[in-house]
T-cell receptor, first 115, second 114 residues
């Protein structure tokens, strides 16, 4: 039990589909993140939310659309994806942003396959 | 731009062997440094971290890391590995004050043979 729950764990979608990934944290944190983990590549930071406000959008294509309705929930809406978007998408949360922060608590990830 | 480089992509050791995984970062300012571990089928979790003070940091499960500022390095060590240490290890850097933007290395897969 990590305190960060992601659903679904596995998702297969076609390039014309619309789907969403969900993340929920039970740790009382106020910052949440989406990372992309592809084989043989470093984890890529996609989005950062602090107190439900987006503070980082790391040059992510618009076919990925994040949503943070409250400090406990984070979504990643997916539409018209490409096969190269197939990866493990990791959600994380942390207590604080800024100096002294940086320890992230990760979920188990959503494995996305785009056909 | 900040970057993190892990020199070893795949390491194979026998049980009881000593381990050292290299990590170098590029950033001229003050940083926080981390090692995360991902056991097979599990989530990423923190192994140890350095924010300030003693540059030799001890983490869980007998791991330690040494911050050498002059070399921009934060190498991970363990004197005697166990089969259960088989996992993927990620070094990460956060520039202090940079709103939690953690930059990861590409990871090192450690395989420990029983």
């Amino acid at each position: 039990e990590t305190g960060v729950t992601q659903t679904p764990r596995h998702l297969v979608m076609g390039m014309t589909n619309k789907k969403s990934l969900k993340c929920e944290q039970h740790l009382g944190h106020n910052a949440m993140y989406w990372y992309k983990q592809s084989a043989k590549k470093p984890l890529e930071l996609m989005f950062v939310y602090s107190l439900e406000e987006r503070v980082e959008n790391n040059s992510v294509p618009s076919r990925f659309s994040p949503e943070c309705p409250n400090s406990s929930h984070l979504f990643l809406h997916l539409h018209t994806l490409q096969p190269e978007d197939s990866a493990l998408y990791l959600c994380a949360s942390s207590q604080l942003l800024g100096a002294g922060s940086g320890e992230l608590f990760f979920g188990e990830g959503s494995r996305l396959t785009v056909l | 731009a900040q970057s993190v480089s892990q020199h070893n992509h795949h390491v194979i050791l026998s049980e009881a062997a000593s381990l050292e995984l290299g990590c170098n970062y590029s950033y001229g300012g003050t940083v926080n440094l981390f090692w995360y571990v991902q056991y097979p089928g599990q989530h990423l979790q923190l192994l140890l971290k350095y924010f300030s003070g003693d540059p030799l940091v001890k983490g869980i499960k007998g791991f330690e890391a040494e911050f050498i500022k002059s070399k921009f390095s934060f190498n991970l060590r363990k004197p005697s590995v166990q089969w259960s240490d088989t996992a993927e290890y990620f070094c990460a850097v956060n520039a202090q004050g940079n709103t939690g933007k953690l930059i990861f290395g590409q990871g090192t897969t450690l395989q420990v043979k029983p």
